[in-house]
Protein backbone atom coordinates (compact mmCIF):
# COMPACT_ATOMS: atom_id res chain seq x y z
CA UNK A 1 0.00 0.00 0.00
CA UNK A 2 1.96 2.91 -1.52
CA UNK A 3 0.08 6.04 0.19
CA UNK A 4 2.52 8.86 -0.88
CA UNK A 5 2.18 8.40 -4.87
CA UNK A 6 2.73 12.17 -6.50
CA UNK A 7 -1.05 11.50 -7.84
CA UNK A 8 -2.36 10.66 -3.94
CA UNK A 9 -0.94 14.35 -2.60
CA UNK A 10 -3.56 16.30 -4.67
CA UNK A 11 -6.50 14.18 -4.77
CA UNK A 12 -8.87 14.54 -2.20
CA UNK A 13 -9.17 12.40 1.01
CA UNK A 14 -12.20 10.38 0.17
CA UNK A 15 -13.63 10.37 -3.20
CA UNK A 16 -16.68 7.82 -4.21
CA UNK A 17 -17.31 7.18 -7.77
CA UNK A 18 -20.69 5.77 -8.99
CA UNK A 19 -21.02 3.54 -5.86
CA UNK A 20 -23.29 0.94 -6.19
CA UNK A 21 -23.85 -1.79 -3.53
CA UNK A 22 -26.09 -5.00 -4.49
CA UNK A 23 -27.30 -7.37 -2.10
CA UNK A 24 -28.04 -10.66 -3.03
CA UNK A 25 -28.87 -11.76 -6.58
CA UNK A 26 -31.54 -12.57 -9.17
CA UNK A 27 -34.80 -10.72 -8.51
CA UNK A 28 -34.88 -11.14 -4.55
CA UNK A 29 -31.66 -8.61 -5.03
CA UNK A 30 -31.43 -5.61 -2.97
CA UNK A 31 -29.81 -2.38 -4.60
CA UNK A 32 -28.33 -0.21 -1.43
CA UNK A 33 -26.57 2.45 -3.43
CA UNK A 34 -27.27 3.00 -7.19
CA UNK A 35 -24.65 4.83 -8.16
CA UNK A 36 -23.23 7.52 -5.51
CA UNK A 37 -20.72 10.06 -6.38
CA UNK A 38 -19.30 12.15 -3.21
CA UNK A 39 -15.84 13.74 -2.04
CA UNK A 40 -14.91 14.94 1.45
CA UNK A 41 -11.72 16.89 2.04
CA UNK A 42 -9.35 16.50 4.77
CA UNK A 43 -10.43 18.96 7.68
CA UNK A 44 -14.49 18.48 6.72
CA UNK A 45 -17.24 17.54 9.18
CA UNK A 46 -20.02 15.55 7.04
CA UNK A 47 -23.29 14.37 8.40
CA UNK A 48 -25.29 12.12 6.55
CA UNK A 49 -28.66 11.43 6.97
CA UNK A 50 -31.65 9.55 5.65
CA UNK A 51 -34.51 7.68 6.31
CA UNK A 52 -33.60 3.76 6.86
CA UNK A 53 -33.18 1.61 4.19
CA UNK A 54 -32.08 5.23 2.65
CA UNK A 55 -28.02 3.28 2.13
CA UNK A 56 -26.82 5.83 4.13
CA UNK A 57 -25.27 2.95 6.58
CA UNK A 58 -24.17 0.81 3.66
CA UNK A 59 -22.69 4.13 2.28
CA UNK A 60 -21.04 4.18 6.00
CA UNK A 61 -19.90 0.56 6.22
CA UNK A 62 -17.76 1.41 2.32
CA UNK A 63 -16.24 4.66 3.86
CA UNK A 64 -14.87 3.21 6.65
CA UNK A 65 -13.56 -0.07 4.75
CA UNK A 66 -15.62 -2.96 6.45
CA UNK A 67 -17.20 -3.22 2.90
CA UNK A 68 -16.67 -3.27 -0.46
CA UNK A 69 -18.69 -2.05 -3.01
CA UNK A 70 -20.16 -4.18 -6.01
CA UNK A 71 -19.52 -1.48 -8.29
CA UNK A 72 -17.47 2.15 -8.89
CA UNK A 73 -14.06 3.72 -7.21
CA UNK A 74 -13.63 5.06 -3.66
CA UNK A 75 -10.14 6.36 -3.09
CA UNK A 76 -8.93 7.05 -0.21
CA UNK A 77 -5.96 9.10 0.01
CA UNK A 78 -6.13 7.93 -3.58
CA UNK A 79 -5.86 4.48 -3.02
CA UNK A 80 -8.32 2.44 -4.73
CA UNK A 81 -9.92 0.30 -1.84
CA UNK A 82 -11.57 -1.68 -3.89
CA UNK A 83 -8.18 -3.62 -4.74
CA UNK A 84 -7.14 -4.31 -1.40
CA UNK A 85 -7.48 -7.60 0.58
CA UNK A 86 -9.57 -8.06 3.71
CA UNK A 87 -6.29 -7.52 5.84
CA UNK A 88 -5.23 -4.71 3.33
CA UNK A 89 -8.43 -3.08 4.34
CA UNK A 90 -8.10 -3.67 8.46
CA UNK A 91 -4.35 -2.17 8.25
CA UNK A 92 -6.12 0.20 6.87
CA UNK A 93 -8.32 1.22 9.34
CA UNK A 94 -5.57 0.59 12.03
CA UNK A 95 -4.05 3.06 10.84
CA UNK A 96 -6.32 5.71 8.62
CA UNK A 97 -9.75 5.49 11.01
CA UNK A 98 -11.19 5.53 14.27
CA UNK A 99 -14.93 4.33 14.74
CA UNK A 100 -17.74 5.59 16.49
CA UNK A 101 -20.87 3.34 17.44
CA UNK A 102 -24.52 4.30 18.74
CA UNK A 103 -23.95 1.12 21.46
CA UNK A 104 -20.29 2.17 22.24
CA UNK A 105 -19.43 -1.02 22.14
CA UNK A 106 -16.30 -1.17 24.90
CA UNK A 107 -14.86 -4.62 26.18
CA UNK A 108 -17.16 -5.23 28.77
CA UNK A 109 -15.11 -5.91 32.34
CA UNK A 110 -12.22 -4.41 31.00
CA UNK A 111 -10.98 -0.63 32.31
CA UNK A 112 -11.79 2.29 30.55
CA UNK A 113 -7.69 2.58 30.09
CA UNK A 114 -7.46 -0.97 28.67
CA UNK A 115 -10.07 -0.09 25.83
CA UNK A 116 -8.66 2.61 25.10
CA UNK A 117 -5.09 0.92 24.86
CA UNK A 118 -6.73 -1.36 22.20
CA UNK A 119 -5.87 -0.24 19.11
CA UNK A 120 -2.62 0.37 20.11
CA UNK A 121 -2.20 -3.01 20.85
CA UNK A 122 -2.86 -4.34 17.28
CA UNK A 123 -0.64 -1.19 16.47
CA UNK A 124 2.51 -2.83 18.13
CA UNK A 125 2.88 0.15 20.18
CA UNK A 126 5.00 -1.01 23.58
CA UNK A 127 3.58 -1.15 26.54
CA UNK A 128 4.71 2.30 28.57
CA UNK A 129 4.25 4.63 25.29
CA UNK A 130 0.86 2.56 24.82
CA UNK A 131 -0.43 3.71 28.26
CA UNK A 132 0.60 7.34 28.30
CA UNK A 133 -0.96 8.01 25.16
CA UNK A 134 -4.26 6.29 26.27
CA UNK A 135 -4.12 8.07 29.24
CA UNK A 136 -3.80 11.39 27.61
CA UNK A 137 -6.91 10.17 25.16
CA UNK A 138 -9.29 9.60 28.45
CA UNK A 139 -7.62 13.09 29.46
CA UNK A 140 -8.53 15.01 26.31
CA UNK A 141 -12.41 13.16 26.58
CA UNK A 142 -13.00 14.89 29.95
CA UNK A 143 -12.34 11.48 32.00
CA UNK A 144 -9.15 11.96 34.16
CA UNK A 145 -9.32 9.88 36.98
CA UNK A 146 -11.97 7.58 35.52
CA UNK A 147 -9.05 5.50 33.82
CA UNK A 148 -10.25 1.88 35.94
CA UNK A 149 -13.85 2.14 35.73
CA UNK A 150 -15.30 -0.47 33.64
CA UNK A 151 -18.08 0.28 31.43
CA UNK A 152 -20.74 -1.09 33.64
CA UNK A 153 -19.11 1.84 36.00
CA UNK A 154 -19.38 4.39 34.03
CA UNK A 155 -23.04 6.28 32.47
CA UNK A 156 -23.89 6.34 29.17
CA UNK A 157 -22.13 9.77 27.96
CA UNK A 158 -19.10 8.64 29.67
CA UNK A 159 -18.98 5.55 27.82
CA UNK A 160 -19.60 7.38 24.40
CA UNK A 161 -16.56 9.09 25.78
CA UNK A 162 -14.09 6.77 26.05
CA UNK A 163 -15.05 5.04 23.17
CA UNK A 164 -14.50 8.52 21.25
CA UNK A 165 -10.73 8.85 23.12
CA UNK A 166 -9.94 4.72 22.07
CA UNK A 167 -11.08 6.45 18.21
CA UNK A 168 -8.87 9.37 18.64
CA UNK A 169 -5.87 7.46 20.13
CA UNK A 170 -4.39 6.74 17.08
CA UNK A 171 -4.98 9.86 15.35
CA UNK A 172 -7.03 9.22 12.86
CA UNK A 173 -7.20 10.67 9.47
CA UNK A 174 -11.20 10.11 9.45
CA UNK A 175 -13.44 9.58 12.64
CA UNK A 176 -16.11 7.43 11.37
CA UNK A 177 -19.30 7.65 13.90
CA UNK A 178 -22.30 5.84 13.91
CA UNK A 179 -25.03 7.73 15.73
CA UNK A 180 -22.69 8.36 18.58
CA UNK A 181 -25.53 10.21 20.37
CA UNK A 182 -28.23 7.88 19.58
CA UNK A 183 -28.37 5.90 22.48
CA UNK A 184 -27.99 9.49 24.82
CA UNK A 185 -29.97 11.98 26.10
CA UNK A 186 -30.04 15.34 23.82
CA UNK A 187 -28.37 17.18 27.17
CA UNK A 188 -25.67 14.32 26.51
CA UNK A 189 -25.80 14.34 23.34
CA UNK A 190 -24.73 18.04 22.64
CA UNK A 191 -21.95 17.54 25.03
CA UNK A 192 -20.45 14.52 22.72
CA UNK A 193 -21.53 16.68 19.59
CA UNK A 194 -19.06 19.29 21.20
CA UNK A 195 -16.74 16.95 21.83
CA UNK A 196 -16.61 15.98 18.20
CA UNK A 197 -16.63 19.43 16.71
CA UNK A 198 -13.14 20.40 18.98
CA UNK A 199 -11.65 17.37 18.15
CA UNK A 200 -12.24 18.35 14.68
CA UNK A 201 -11.62 22.05 14.65
CA UNK A 202 -8.56 21.81 17.29
CA UNK A 203 -7.34 18.41 16.16
CA UNK A 204 -8.59 18.84 11.98
CA UNK A 205 -9.63 15.27 11.97
CA UNK A 206 -12.16 14.58 9.47
CA UNK A 207 -15.30 13.68 10.51
CA UNK A 208 -18.07 11.35 9.22
CA UNK A 209 -21.34 11.12 11.24
CA UNK A 210 -24.48 9.19 10.39
CA UNK A 211 -27.69 10.05 12.34
CA UNK A 212 -31.20 10.78 12.76
CA UNK A 213 -31.44 13.82 14.76
CA UNK A 214 -31.52 17.23 12.45
CA UNK A 215 -30.60 18.57 15.70
CA UNK A 216 -27.32 16.90 15.44
CA UNK A 217 -26.72 17.05 12.35
CA UNK A 218 -26.56 20.55 12.60
CA UNK A 219 -23.69 20.94 14.19
CA UNK A 220 -21.71 19.30 11.05
CA UNK A 221 -20.38 21.66 8.01
CA UNK A 222 -21.99 19.61 5.25
CA UNK A 223 -25.03 17.67 5.37
CA UNK A 224 -25.73 14.75 2.97
CA UNK A 225 -29.07 13.48 2.35
CA UNK A 226 -29.33 9.84 0.73
CA UNK A 227 -32.94 8.76 -0.53
CA UNK A 228 -33.34 5.32 -2.11
CA UNK A 229 -29.66 4.48 -2.61
CA UNK A 230 -28.90 7.81 -3.94
CA UNK A 231 -27.67 11.24 -2.91
CA UNK A 232 -30.56 13.09 -2.17
CA UNK A 233 -29.41 16.70 -1.63
CA UNK A 234 -26.18 18.54 0.04
CA UNK A 235 -26.14 21.69 2.33
CA UNK A 236 -24.00 23.35 4.27
CA UNK A 237 -24.25 23.29 8.21
CA UNK A 238 -24.72 25.70 10.97
CA UNK A 239 -20.76 25.49 11.26
CA UNK A 240 -20.23 26.10 7.24
CA UNK A 241 -17.67 28.42 6.89
CA UNK A 242 -17.76 29.45 3.26
CA UNK B 1 2.44 -9.24 19.70
CA UNK B 2 2.18 -13.17 20.70
CA UNK B 3 2.66 -11.94 24.61
CA UNK B 4 0.37 -9.35 24.35
CA UNK B 5 -2.22 -11.39 22.92
CA UNK B 6 -1.58 -14.18 25.60
CA UNK B 7 -1.78 -10.90 27.92
CA UNK B 8 -5.60 -9.94 26.15
CA UNK B 9 -6.25 -13.91 26.99
CA UNK B 10 -5.61 -14.07 30.32
CA UNK B 11 -7.27 -10.90 30.58
CA UNK B 12 -10.44 -12.28 28.98
CA UNK B 13 -9.99 -15.59 31.23
CA UNK B 14 -9.88 -13.50 34.42
CA UNK B 15 -13.03 -11.49 33.59
CA UNK B 16 -14.94 -14.66 33.69
CA UNK B 17 -13.56 -17.02 35.97
CA UNK B 18 -16.33 -19.30 37.18
CA UNK B 19 -16.86 -20.15 33.46
CA UNK B 20 -12.97 -20.80 32.50
CA UNK B 21 -12.96 -22.79 35.59
CA UNK B 22 -15.92 -24.89 34.53
CA UNK B 23 -14.26 -24.97 31.02
CA UNK B 24 -11.09 -26.67 32.01
CA UNK B 25 -12.51 -28.88 34.88
CA UNK B 26 -12.71 -31.56 32.45
CA UNK B 27 -8.92 -30.92 31.19
CA UNK B 28 -7.99 -30.61 34.96
CA UNK B 29 -10.09 -34.01 35.78
CA UNK B 30 -8.85 -35.79 32.84
CA UNK B 31 -4.83 -34.66 33.40
CA UNK B 32 -5.35 -35.16 37.07
CA UNK B 33 -6.43 -38.80 36.01
CA UNK B 34 -3.63 -39.52 34.00
CA UNK B 35 -1.04 -38.42 36.05
CA UNK B 36 -2.56 -40.63 39.57
CA UNK B 37 -3.09 -43.60 37.26
CA UNK B 38 0.31 -43.45 35.92
CA UNK B 39 1.79 -42.32 38.94
CA UNK B 40 0.27 -44.77 41.17
CA UNK B 41 1.19 -47.90 38.22
CA UNK B 42 4.95 -46.81 38.82
CA UNK B 43 4.64 -46.81 42.33
CA UNK B 44 3.48 -50.26 42.13
CA UNK B 45 6.16 -51.70 39.10
CA UNK B 46 8.52 -50.46 41.92
CA UNK B 47 6.68 -51.90 44.55
CA UNK B 48 6.90 -55.24 42.96
CA UNK B 49 10.40 -55.19 41.39
CA UNK B 50 11.33 -54.36 45.14
CA UNK B 51 9.41 -57.01 46.87
CA UNK B 52 11.08 -59.79 44.49
CA UNK B 53 14.86 -58.33 45.04
CA UNK B 54 14.02 -59.24 48.44
CA UNK B 55 13.23 -62.48 47.58
CA UNK B 56 16.84 -62.44 47.04
CA UNK B 57 17.95 -60.65 43.39
CA UNK B 58 20.12 -62.05 40.72
CA UNK B 59 18.55 -65.92 42.39
CA UNK B 60 18.18 -69.01 40.66
CA UNK B 61 15.39 -71.52 41.71
CA UNK B 62 15.95 -75.24 40.57
CA UNK B 63 13.62 -77.47 41.21
CA UNK B 64 12.06 -81.23 40.56
CA UNK B 65 9.46 -81.38 37.66
CA UNK B 66 6.34 -82.76 37.94
CA UNK B 67 3.44 -83.14 34.99
CA UNK B 68 1.34 -86.30 33.66
CA UNK B 69 2.56 -89.13 31.61
CA UNK B 70 1.15 -92.06 30.02
CA UNK B 71 -2.30 -93.11 28.95
CA UNK B 72 -4.18 -92.78 31.99
CA UNK B 73 -2.49 -89.39 32.44
CA UNK B 74 -0.95 -90.45 35.83
CA UNK B 75 1.04 -87.73 37.85
CA UNK B 76 4.27 -88.42 37.71
CA UNK B 77 6.85 -86.69 39.99
CA UNK B 78 10.33 -86.61 38.99
CA UNK B 79 13.01 -87.65 41.04
CA UNK B 80 13.92 -85.37 43.71
CA UNK B 81 16.90 -83.52 44.60
CA UNK B 82 19.58 -85.35 46.65
CA UNK B 83 22.44 -82.86 48.88
CA UNK B 84 25.03 -84.50 46.35
CA UNK B 85 23.14 -82.39 43.38
CA UNK B 86 23.59 -79.04 45.42
CA UNK B 87 26.92 -79.95 46.82
CA UNK B 88 27.46 -80.51 43.17
CA UNK B 89 26.41 -77.59 41.90
CA UNK B 90 28.44 -75.78 44.51
CA UNK B 91 31.73 -77.62 42.87
CA UNK B 92 31.28 -77.89 39.25
CA UNK B 93 29.79 -74.35 38.30
CA UNK B 94 32.24 -71.16 38.73
CA UNK B 95 30.35 -67.15 39.28
CA UNK B 96 27.89 -68.44 42.43
CA UNK B 97 27.90 -66.62 45.75
CA UNK B 98 25.68 -69.73 47.53
CA UNK B 99 23.70 -72.89 46.97
CA UNK B 100 21.39 -73.65 49.44
CA UNK B 101 19.45 -76.87 49.68
CA UNK B 102 16.20 -76.22 50.68
CA UNK B 103 13.45 -78.93 51.83
CA UNK B 104 10.53 -77.57 53.71
CA UNK B 105 7.01 -78.73 55.30
CA UNK B 106 4.63 -77.36 57.26
CA UNK B 107 4.38 -78.41 60.72
CA UNK B 108 3.56 -77.39 64.56
CA UNK B 109 5.88 -75.43 66.52
CA UNK B 110 5.10 -75.36 70.45
CA UNK B 111 6.60 -73.69 73.38
CA UNK B 112 5.01 -73.94 76.89
CA UNK B 113 1.15 -73.59 75.88
CA UNK B 114 1.87 -71.20 72.60
CA UNK B 115 1.20 -73.16 69.62
CA UNK B 116 1.75 -71.83 66.06
CA UNK B 117 1.56 -73.80 62.88
CA UNK B 118 4.07 -72.61 60.39
CA UNK B 119 6.49 -73.76 58.07
CA UNK B 120 9.82 -76.02 58.94
CA UNK B 121 12.51 -74.89 56.21
CA UNK B 122 15.22 -77.28 56.50
CA UNK B 123 18.35 -75.94 54.59
CA UNK B 124 22.42 -74.39 55.39
CA UNK B 125 23.51 -71.08 56.45
CA UNK B 126 23.33 -70.12 52.22
CA UNK B 127 19.84 -69.97 52.62
CA UNK B 128 20.20 -66.87 54.38
CA UNK B 129 22.61 -65.36 52.21
CA UNK B 130 20.73 -66.17 48.66
CA UNK B 131 17.43 -64.40 50.14
CA UNK B 132 19.93 -61.93 51.62
CA UNK B 133 18.46 -62.03 55.06
CA UNK B 134 19.58 -60.49 58.37
CA UNK B 135 19.89 -62.33 61.61
CA UNK B 136 18.21 -59.92 63.76
CA UNK B 137 19.76 -61.43 67.23
CA UNK B 138 21.71 -64.82 67.77
CA UNK B 139 23.75 -66.38 65.80
CA UNK B 140 24.19 -68.54 62.07
CA UNK B 141 24.45 -72.80 62.41
CA UNK B 142 27.23 -73.65 63.34
CA UNK B 143 29.15 -76.16 60.58
CA UNK B 144 29.04 -79.23 63.44
CA UNK B 145 25.56 -78.39 63.78
CA UNK B 146 24.85 -78.60 60.00
CA UNK B 147 26.50 -81.71 59.78
CA UNK B 148 25.56 -83.71 62.21
CA UNK B 149 21.82 -82.51 61.98
CA UNK B 150 21.82 -81.15 65.72
CA UNK B 151 18.39 -80.30 66.97
CA UNK B 152 18.90 -75.69 66.52
CA UNK B 153 16.33 -73.84 64.84
CA UNK B 154 16.29 -70.35 64.10
CA UNK B 155 13.13 -68.55 63.96
CA UNK B 156 11.52 -65.99 61.54
CA UNK B 157 9.80 -62.84 62.99
CA UNK B 158 6.43 -64.13 63.20
CA UNK B 159 7.30 -67.06 65.05
CA UNK B 160 9.43 -65.28 67.94
CA UNK B 161 6.68 -62.94 68.31
CA UNK B 162 3.74 -65.37 68.54
CA UNK B 163 5.64 -68.13 70.30
CA UNK B 164 7.77 -66.11 73.18
CA UNK B 165 5.91 -62.25 72.84
CA UNK B 166 8.41 -60.22 74.49
CA UNK B 167 10.63 -62.19 75.90
CA UNK B 168 14.00 -63.74 74.35
CA UNK B 169 14.03 -66.57 72.53
CA UNK B 170 17.57 -66.92 71.84
CA UNK B 171 18.41 -70.06 74.47
CA UNK B 172 14.84 -71.73 74.65
CA UNK B 173 13.70 -75.32 73.59
CA UNK B 174 10.78 -75.13 71.66
CA UNK B 175 9.31 -78.63 69.98
CA UNK B 176 8.42 -78.91 66.22
CA UNK B 177 6.39 -81.89 66.21
CA UNK B 178 8.25 -84.79 68.78
CA UNK B 179 11.74 -82.64 68.35
CA UNK B 180 12.34 -80.18 70.56
CA UNK B 181 14.73 -77.44 69.41
CA UNK B 182 16.86 -75.00 70.97
CA UNK B 183 16.98 -71.40 69.92
CA UNK B 184 20.40 -70.09 68.36
CA UNK B 185 18.78 -67.14 66.15
CA UNK B 186 15.95 -64.92 64.94
CA UNK B 187 15.74 -63.53 61.71
CA UNK B 188 15.52 -59.84 60.93
CA UNK B 189 11.79 -59.02 59.74
CA UNK B 190 11.15 -58.89 56.05
CA UNK B 191 7.26 -58.23 56.29
CA UNK B 192 4.40 -59.13 53.55
CA UNK B 193 5.65 -60.86 49.54
CA UNK B 194 3.94 -59.12 46.96
CA UNK B 195 2.14 -62.19 46.57
CA UNK B 196 0.64 -61.80 50.68
CA UNK B 197 2.42 -64.84 52.37
CA UNK B 198 3.92 -63.47 55.97
CA UNK B 199 8.02 -64.47 54.88
CA UNK B 200 8.43 -64.30 58.49
CA UNK B 201 6.48 -66.82 59.48
CA UNK B 202 8.85 -69.84 59.52
CA UNK B 203 11.38 -71.99 61.32
CA UNK B 204 14.81 -73.03 59.72
CA UNK B 205 16.13 -75.83 61.02
CA UNK B 206 20.17 -77.62 59.30
CA UNK B 207 18.83 -79.32 56.60
CA UNK B 208 20.02 -82.46 57.67
CA UNK B 209 17.97 -82.50 60.97
CA UNK B 210 14.94 -81.37 58.54
CA UNK B 211 15.41 -84.89 56.32
CA UNK B 212 16.64 -87.48 59.35
CA UNK B 213 14.36 -86.04 62.61
CA UNK B 214 11.36 -84.33 60.93
CA UNK B 215 11.17 -85.16 57.45
CA UNK B 216 12.88 -88.88 57.39
CA UNK B 217 13.79 -88.93 54.03
CA UNK B 218 17.03 -87.26 51.98
CA UNK B 219 14.78 -85.42 49.78
CA UNK B 220 16.13 -81.64 48.56
CA UNK B 221 12.94 -79.98 47.49
CA UNK B 222 14.59 -77.15 45.96
CA UNK B 223 17.64 -75.81 45.12
CA UNK B 224 18.42 -71.99 45.50
CA UNK B 225 21.39 -70.79 43.50
CA UNK B 226 22.83 -66.65 43.67
CA UNK B 227 24.71 -65.66 41.31
CA UNK B 228 27.71 -63.84 42.38
CA UNK B 229 27.01 -59.94 41.20
CA UNK B 230 28.04 -59.39 37.60
CA UNK B 231 27.27 -63.03 36.86
CA UNK B 232 24.74 -63.50 34.01
CA UNK B 233 21.43 -65.21 35.14
CA UNK B 234 21.17 -66.74 32.10
CA UNK B 235 24.54 -67.98 31.44
CA UNK B 236 24.25 -69.87 34.87
CA UNK B 237 21.16 -71.55 33.74
CA UNK B 238 22.48 -72.85 31.33
CA UNK B 239 25.47 -74.32 33.21
CA UNK B 240 23.33 -75.97 35.62
CA UNK B 241 20.79 -77.12 33.32
CA UNK B 242 23.41 -79.02 31.62
CA UNK B 243 25.30 -79.98 35.11
CA UNK B 244 21.97 -81.66 35.88
CA UNK B 245 20.84 -83.11 32.70
CA UNK B 246 23.89 -85.09 33.35
CA UNK B 247 23.44 -86.04 36.96
CA UNK B 248 19.95 -86.87 35.90
CA UNK B 249 20.60 -88.94 33.18
CA UNK B 250 18.34 -86.96 31.15
CA UNK B 251 19.23 -88.31 27.22
CA UNK B 252 19.54 -85.96 24.33
CA UNK B 253 16.26 -84.98 23.09
CA UNK B 254 14.38 -85.88 25.91
CA UNK B 255 12.47 -82.80 27.95
CA UNK B 256 13.80 -81.46 31.24
CA UNK B 257 12.42 -83.36 34.43
CA UNK B 258 13.46 -80.34 36.53
CA UNK B 259 12.98 -76.27 36.28
CA UNK B 260 15.44 -73.62 36.31
CA UNK B 261 13.83 -70.78 37.54
CA UNK B 262 15.20 -67.28 36.93
CA UNK B 263 13.86 -64.49 39.27
CA UNK B 264 15.04 -61.71 37.07
CA UNK B 265 12.05 -63.68 34.59
CA UNK B 266 9.28 -63.35 37.17
CA UNK B 267 10.47 -59.78 38.26
CA UNK B 268 10.10 -58.42 34.29
CA UNK B 269 6.94 -61.18 34.00
CA UNK B 270 5.16 -59.27 36.72
CA UNK B 271 6.66 -55.51 36.20
CA UNK B 272 5.27 -56.29 32.29
CA UNK B 273 1.81 -56.98 34.07
CA UNK B 274 1.81 -54.19 35.57
CA UNK B 275 3.18 -51.99 33.15
CA UNK B 276 0.09 -53.21 30.98
CA UNK B 277 -2.45 -52.47 33.86
CA UNK B 278 -0.77 -48.96 34.08
CA UNK B 279 -1.12 -48.09 29.85
CA UNK B 280 -4.89 -49.27 30.09
CA UNK B 281 -5.97 -47.19 32.92
CA UNK B 282 -3.78 -44.54 31.65
CA UNK B 283 -5.79 -44.88 28.23
CA UNK B 284 -8.97 -44.27 29.98
CA UNK B 285 -7.49 -41.27 31.46
CA UNK B 286 -6.86 -40.54 28.00
CA UNK B 287 -10.32 -40.39 27.23
CA UNK B 288 -11.38 -38.43 29.78
CA UNK B 289 -8.76 -35.75 28.84
CA UNK B 290 -10.47 -35.99 25.08
CA UNK B 291 -14.00 -35.15 26.55
CA UNK B 292 -12.36 -32.01 28.20
CA UNK B 293 -10.70 -30.93 24.83
CA UNK B 294 -14.42 -30.98 23.13
CA UNK B 295 -15.99 -29.04 26.82
CA UNK B 296 -13.58 -26.18 25.71
CA UNK B 297 -14.44 -26.34 22.21
CA UNK B 298 -17.93 -26.15 23.43
CA UNK B 299 -17.29 -23.18 26.07
CA UNK B 300 -14.91 -21.54 22.98
CA UNK B 301 -18.14 -21.75 20.20
CA UNK B 302 -20.72 -20.15 23.07
CA UNK B 303 -17.64 -17.66 23.84
CA UNK B 304 -17.00 -16.65 20.09
CA UNK B 305 -21.12 -16.04 19.83
CA UNK B 306 -21.30 -14.30 22.90
CA UNK B 307 -18.31 -11.97 22.11
CA UNK B 308 -19.64 -11.29 18.51
CA UNK B 309 -19.94 -7.55 19.40
CA UNK B 310 -16.53 -7.57 20.50
CA UNK B 311 -15.00 -9.66 17.84
CA UNK B 312 -16.85 -7.19 15.67
CA UNK B 313 -15.32 -3.87 17.56
CA UNK B 314 -11.90 -5.85 16.95
CA UNK B 315 -12.34 -5.99 13.34
CA UNK B 316 -13.64 -2.50 12.57
CA UNK B 317 -10.60 -1.17 15.04
CA UNK B 318 -7.94 -3.08 12.74
CA UNK B 319 -7.36 -6.54 13.76
CA UNK B 320 -6.77 -8.50 10.99
CA UNK B 321 -8.32 -12.01 10.23
CA UNK B 322 -5.35 -13.96 11.64
CA UNK B 323 -4.89 -11.97 15.14
CA UNK B 324 -8.37 -12.77 15.82
CA UNK B 325 -7.42 -16.59 15.26
CA UNK B 326 -4.37 -16.14 17.34
CA UNK B 327 -6.61 -14.07 19.81
CA UNK B 328 -9.10 -16.83 20.53
CA UNK B 329 -6.58 -20.09 19.63
CA UNK B 330 -3.81 -18.34 22.55
CA UNK B 331 -7.10 -17.82 25.07
CA UNK B 332 -7.97 -22.01 24.27
CA UNK B 333 -4.19 -22.97 24.76
CA UNK B 334 -4.03 -20.47 27.83
CA UNK B 335 -7.21 -22.25 29.23
CA UNK B 336 -6.29 -25.99 28.43
CA UNK B 337 -2.73 -25.18 29.48
CA UNK B 338 -3.82 -23.64 33.24
CA UNK B 339 -5.91 -27.06 33.05
CA UNK B 340 -3.03 -29.10 32.36
CA UNK B 341 -1.38 -27.58 35.72
CA UNK B 342 -4.18 -27.62 37.57
CA UNK B 343 -4.58 -31.06 36.73
CA UNK B 344 -1.06 -32.11 37.65
CA UNK B 345 -0.83 -30.57 40.68
CA UNK B 346 -3.87 -32.22 41.70
CA UNK B 347 -3.27 -35.50 40.29
CA UNK B 348 0.74 -35.55 41.68
CA UNK B 349 -1.29 -34.65 45.07
CA UNK B 350 -3.85 -37.49 44.31
CA UNK B 351 -1.18 -39.64 43.72
CA UNK B 352 0.86 -39.17 46.70
CA UNK B 353 -2.48 -39.40 49.08
CA UNK B 354 -3.05 -42.60 46.92
CA UNK B 355 0.68 -43.77 47.00
CA UNK B 356 0.07 -43.38 51.35
CA UNK B 357 -2.76 -45.46 51.26
CA UNK B 358 -1.58 -48.40 49.10
CA UNK B 359 1.09 -48.36 50.41
CA UNK B 360 3.02 -47.92 47.24
CA UNK B 361 6.12 -45.53 46.68
CA UNK B 362 5.12 -42.22 45.29
CA UNK B 363 7.18 -42.60 42.04
CA UNK B 364 7.66 -39.09 40.56
CA UNK B 365 7.60 -39.37 36.76
CA UNK B 366 9.12 -36.15 35.32
CA UNK B 367 8.23 -37.65 31.60
CA UNK B 368 4.69 -38.09 31.96
CA UNK B 369 3.85 -34.63 33.68
CA UNK B 370 5.40 -32.98 30.75
CA UNK B 371 3.60 -35.15 28.40
CA UNK B 372 0.10 -34.66 30.15
CA UNK B 373 1.08 -30.31 29.95
CA UNK B 374 1.89 -30.73 26.25
CA UNK B 375 -1.28 -33.13 25.79
CA UNK B 376 -3.33 -30.52 27.66
CA UNK B 377 -2.34 -27.73 25.56
CA UNK B 378 -2.36 -29.32 22.17
CA UNK B 379 -6.00 -29.97 23.10
CA UNK B 380 -6.59 -26.33 23.32
CA UNK B 381 -5.23 -25.78 20.16
CA UNK B 382 -7.17 -28.34 18.04
CA UNK B 383 -10.53 -27.75 20.04
CA UNK B 384 -9.72 -24.34 20.04
CA UNK B 385 -8.61 -23.95 16.21
CA UNK B 386 -12.66 -24.45 15.05
CA UNK B 387 -14.14 -21.58 17.10
CA UNK B 388 -11.46 -19.40 16.50
CA UNK B 389 -11.57 -19.34 13.06
CA UNK B 390 -15.22 -18.77 12.98
CA UNK B 391 -14.52 -15.80 15.23
CA UNK B 392 -11.72 -14.51 12.93
CA UNK B 393 -13.72 -15.25 9.86
CA UNK B 394 -16.85 -13.12 11.22
CA UNK B 395 -17.78 -10.40 8.46
CA UNK B 396 -17.75 -7.03 10.99
CA UNK B 397 -20.54 -5.39 9.86
CA UNK B 398 -23.04 -8.24 11.10
CA UNK B 399 -20.69 -9.01 13.89
CA UNK B 400 -20.81 -5.02 15.07
CA UNK B 401 -25.01 -5.08 14.27
CA UNK B 402 -25.37 -8.33 16.29
CA UNK B 403 -27.41 -8.10 19.73
Not at chain 1, 101 to 118: D, H, I, K, Y
Not at chain 1, 171 to 196: F, H, K, Q, W, Y
Not at chain 2, 252 to 259: A, I, R, S, T, V
Request: charged residues 20%; glycine residues 10%; proline residues 3%.
Amino acid sequence: MNMTTPESINSPLIRLEGITKVYGSGPAAVHALKGVDLTIDKGEFVAVMGPSGSGKSTCMNILGCLDTPTAGTYRFKGVDVGGLSRDQRALLRRNYLGFVFQGFNLLSRTSALENVELPLIYRGVPARERHAKARDALKAVGLEGWEFHTPAELSGGQQQRVAIARAMVIEPEVLMADEPTGNLDSVTGREIMDLLCSFNTERGVTIVMVTHDAGMAGYAGRIVRFLDGLIDSEEPGRRHVS
Amino acid sequence: MIWETIILALRAIRRNVLRSFLTILGIVIGVAAVITMVTLGDGATEQVRADISSLGSNMLQVRPGQGFRGPGGVRVFAERFKLSDAQAIEREIAGLKAVAPLSDQSGQAISGNRNWSTTVTGSTNDYLTVRNWPLESGRVFTESELNSGRAVCILGATIARELFGDQDPLGAFIRLDRLSCQVVGVLASKGQSSFGQDQDDLVMVPIRTMQRRIAGNTDVKAILVSAMDGVSTEALREDIERLMRERRRVSEGQDDDFHVRDMQEIVSTLTSTTRVLTALLGAVAAVSLLVGGIGIMNIMLVSVTERTREIGTRLAIGAREGEVLMQFLIEAVVLSSLGGLFGIALGLGAAALGARLLGVPFVFNPGIVILAFVFSASVGMIFGFFPARRAARMDPIEALRHE
